[in-house]
């Protein structure tokens, strides 16, 4: 296990896949506080260009995108503190 909890909750890790990404994009375009429509937009954009791809360059593509989620995902989870 790789931290303890009291409660014995299992932490769950989703294997990363492209449903998975547009998942978060949903929740963000849902969330008050997310992304605008055209950042929304603009991810599902290099998603769909990302899983068209095949291969090793699939795979760097889907990993920026990934990266770039999870940048606007800190950027958002951080004005929704304030």
């Known amino acids: 296990m790789p931290y303890w909890n009291t409660q014995d909750q299992q932490k769950l890790k989703w294997p990363q896949t492209f449903v998975l990404a547009r998942a978060y994009l949903d929740q963000l375009r849902a969330d008050a506080s997310g992304l605008p429509a055209d950042r929304i937009a603009s991810a599902r954009s290099t998603l769909a260009s990302a899983e068209r791809r095949s291969g090793d360059d699939r795979k760097a ?14 950027i958002v989870e951080r004005r929704s503190r304030r």
Not at 61 to 74: F, I, N, Q, S
């Open 61 to 74: 593509r889907a990993h920026a995108a990934g990266l770039a989620a999870e940048r606007r995902c800190r």
